[in-house]
């Protein structure tokens, strides 16, 4: 009985993975090779061949590319100053992750409420009056816009996400670390880059790969923000699905999504591999 008690713990675990991912990827992967009855890669054919495909793989690849480093740099600079406060620490760390608590949708909400024609952004253009009327701003012939509303709005709900892991990670640094920097008269500077990074490296890949995974996967707030005018992975997905009933075409896209997010998580994990043995 012994011997069998780690595996009887681990067994609602691998039974919950199996149950709400190996099945539904068995099922996904089925169905993308799967077209009127015969094994098939028309699928992949179809979904390659259209239009919107080349446009809505790059603009994901660009809107990861330019949010999550974005959300990392921010994220290690909350995480350094919430692990640095003496007093209110938990009181900033609160104040930091109240987005944490707001869906996609509504945080693709509360911005187009300042992106709209009668939002805030216009409202306080005309009143300045830098503007005669208000702009339609997430308009087609401003994508850039849309674009740039998109990057304010993920980098302000999903930016905690990575707060959170790193916090915990610098928690976990040994103090020894950091005085025998400042006994050697290392800079701040120095410090973060000799001895907090290396040693936050595990928490890194943590936070990068659930970051990346999420950006590919971004869609909610595409669809409040840009609707159609944006396309991307995700949204292209939901469009085959249910408007055009292409069930194979859209479980293509999510393959697609899918391949991505391994090949990116194999990336990181090999740019910040962590030796064996490592405490942090």
Not at 210 to 232: D, K, N
Not at 249 to 275: D, E, N, Q
């Amino acid at each position: 009985m012994p011997r069998l008690l780690p595996y009887l713990l681990l067994l609602p675990a691998t039974a919950f993975l199996c149950l709400f991912f190996l099945y539904p990827f068995v099922q996904v992967a089925h169905d993308s090779v799967m077209r009127n009855g015969v094994y098939t890669l028309e699928n992949f054919s179809r979904m390659a061949g259209h239009w919107k495909f080349s446009t809505a793989f790059w603009n994901t690849m660009i809107l990861a590319a330019v949010v999550v480093p974005i959300q990392l740099a921010m994220a290690l600079t909350m995480a350094s100053i919430v692990t640095k406060l003496q007093r209110g620490r938990s009181t900033i760390l609160y104040i930091f992750a109240i987005p944490l608590g707001i869906s996609d949708l509504a945080a693709g909400l509360i911005w187009l409420s300042v992106f709209e024609q009668s939002g805030f952004l216009n409202s306080l253009l005309v009143g300045l009056g830098i503007v005669d009327r208000p702009i339609l701003l997430l308009g087609y012939q401003n994508t850039w816009i849309i674009f740039i509303a998109i990057v304010l709005a993920e980098v302000w709900r999903a930016t905690a996400i990575m707060m959170v892991i790193l916090v915990a990670g610098m928690g976990l640094i040994p103090k020894e670390y950091g005085e025998a920097a400042d006994v050697f008269g290392a800079s701040r500077w120095q410090k973060f880059r000799r001895v907090t990074l290396p040693m936050l490296k595990p928490s890194l890949q943590t936070a990068l790969i659930l970051r990346v995974i999420l950006a590919f996967e971004v869609f909610a707030v595409v669809v409040a923000l840009g609707g159609t005018q944006l396309p991307v992975l995700m949204s292209e997905t939901y469009h085959w699905q249910f408007a055009m009933q292409e069930r194979g075409v859209a479980a293509a896209f999510a393959m697609v999504i899918l391949g991505v997010s391994v090949a990116f998580t194999i990336l990181i994990l090999r740019l910040l591999h962590v030796p064996k043995g490592a405490r942090v």
